[in-house]
């Protein structure tokens, strides 16, 4: 993971191919516990549910992934209630998924490694 957190999202327009499923599984090792998926359009994204003690711990965890989102310039899905948080994460201008998917999964999770 320490790779991908000396990286710094690059703004993306499209014009560049997704990641393929090979390249996708290479990512996905230097990162924990988030889960490849893929919509009805055939679209990648990665999903995680982080669980919490309260609504607070919840929503504290979302202001600080918008922070962090923010620096990168790469905003996920979030949704949150009492005691939980999931994110999506995908690059919607080319469909799929980027590097700078990866990127900022590895940072959200430093994130959570630091707040707790």
Same mark, same amino acid.
């Given at each position: 993971?320490?790779?991908?957190?000396?990286?710094?999202?690059?703004?993306?327009?499209? &014009?560049?191919?997704?990641?393929?499923?090979?390249?996708?599984?290479?990512?996905? /090792?230097? %990162?924990? =516990?988030?889960?490849?998926?893929? +919509?009805? /359009?055939?679209?990648?994204?990665?999903?995680?549910?982080?669980?919490?003690?309260?609504?607070? +711990?919840?929503?504290?965890?979302?202001?600080?992934?918008?922070?962090?989102?923010?620096?990168?310039?790469?905003?996920?899905? !979030?949704?949150? =209630?009492? &005691?939980?948080?999931?994110?999506? !994460?995908?690059?919607?201008? !080319?469909?799929?998924?980027?590097?700078?998917?990866?990127?900022?999964?590895?940072? %959200?999770?430093?994130? %959570?490694?630091?707040?707790?």
């Amino acid at each position: 993971m320490n790779d991908l957190l000396k990286k710094k999202c690059e703004p993306c327009e499209g &014009g560049v191919s997704p990641l393929d499923i090979s390249e996708i599984h290479k990512y996905q /090792k230097k %990162i924990d =516990g988030w889960d490849v998926d893929k +919509d009805d /359009k055939n679209v990648y994204f990665l999903r995680k549910k982080f669980t919490f003690k309260n609504f607070l +711990d919840s929503q504290n965890f979302v202001n600080e992934v918008g922070k962090v989102s923010e620096d990168e310039g790469h905003h996920p899905d !979030i949704s949150f =209630g009492w &005691g939980y948080a999931e994110i999506v !994460i995908t690059t919607h201008a !080319i469909e799929g998924l980027s590097e700078n998917d990866f990127i900022l999964a590895a940072k %959200i999770d430093k994130k %959570i490694q630091t707040s707790v």
